[in-house]
């Protein structure tokens, strides 16, 4: 017999969260997949700048070395965030918020962050954050891979199977058969890259056209020059975890060779897809595979 199987979909995180899940109990499963989306609620609610009360709006709003507590969660992001940033040298940094926020992409903040401020000001002691310079935290390259794997976790824990969690390109898969996952490239064709069966991949596309003249805007920022960066390519990483593949997305992105991020590819047990659209096809770079997600790379 088939076990019900439950679709549903939710505007969280600033895109479109999807949740597909199935259990041998429909009530169970209603009950999890309920459940799912209350966890990625509660990441949104506590990690979006765009919300004043969330744990990043009471850290950025606070005075330069004032204590802020803030919840488990956000703790742990942020101290996965700030290791990050340590082991590649400031390629991945969190409080990228202020340059981001001037380009008019984020909320402008209650007062001016520091121009040369950046992650070594920030201290995390436990569940306490101090910041010692003014500065604009914001998790917009690793909030919604975490939030997919906490909804991931609600689903496992209530025994559910064949659970596909799609945060508009984060994806964790827990499925007994592969899932197709498309690539959308920069030109804004889709294109067939891999197929997973239980593990996380993150994919970004970083150009984007205007509408009025077609210009080419880059959303990357490399946080030592604070410069825009254009990326024609996409970017797929695929992790155990989502909040690893999400943040590992920029980092490859960001690398002027590929022998850059490779150790930290390989600390994290991640590989890489580099896909770029050319007059022949797509152009595909893999980097290093460790094992950590079951995907079969396709041949695009």
Not at 63 to 84: D, G, M
Not at 180 to 197: F, K, N
Not at 260 to 288: D, F, H, M, N, S
């Amino acid at each position: 017999m088939t076990e019900p199987a439950l679709a549903r979909a939710k505007p969280l995180l600033g895109t479109m969260v999807e949740i597909r899940a199935s259990h041998g109990d429909a009530i169970a499963l209603q009950t999890a997949v309920t459940a799912a989306f209350d966890a990625v609620t509660r990441v949104h609610r506590l990690m979006s700048v765009h919300e004043p009360s969330s744990d990043l709006s009471r850290i950025n709003a606070a005075p330069p070395t004032s204590a802020v507590i803030v919840s488990n969660e956000t703790a742990e992001v942020l101290a996965f965030a700030l290791a990050l940033a340590g082991q590649s040298e400031g390629l991945f940094d969190p409080t990228m918020g202020g340059a981001h926020s001037a380009r008019g992409w984020l909320p402008a903040p209650q007062r001016r962050p520091d121009a040369d401020a950046s992650w070594v000001d920030v201290e995390l002691v436990a569940n306490t954050v101090r910041c010692h310079r003014a500065l604009l935290l914001d998790f917009g390259g690793i909030g919604k891979g975490y939030a997919v794997d906490c909804a991931m976790n609600v689903l496992l824990a209530a025994g559910c199977t064949h659970i596909l969690i799609n945060a508009g390109g984060d994806i964790r898969c827990h499925t007994p058969q592969a899932e197709r996952i498309h690539a959308r490239l920069a030109d804004g064709s889709l294109v067939a890259a891999l197929d997973l069966t239980d593990g996380a991949v993150a994919s970004s596309c970083f150009a984007e056209s205007t509408s009025t003249d077609e210009t080419v805007i880059s959303r990357l920022t490399n946080p030592n020059t604070r410069q825009a960066v254009m990326v024609n390519a996409s970017i797929m990483v695929l992790a155990a975890d989502c909040m690893t593949a999400d943040a590992l997305t920029k980092l490859v992105a960001l690398a002027l060779a590929p022998e850059q991020v490779t150790p930290l590819l390989q600390t994290y047990a991640a590989e890489a897809l580099w896909l770029e659209p050319t007059i022949a096809g797509v152009k595909v770079q893999r980097l290093p595979a460790c094992g950590s997600s079951e995907a079969h790379v396709q041949n695009p």
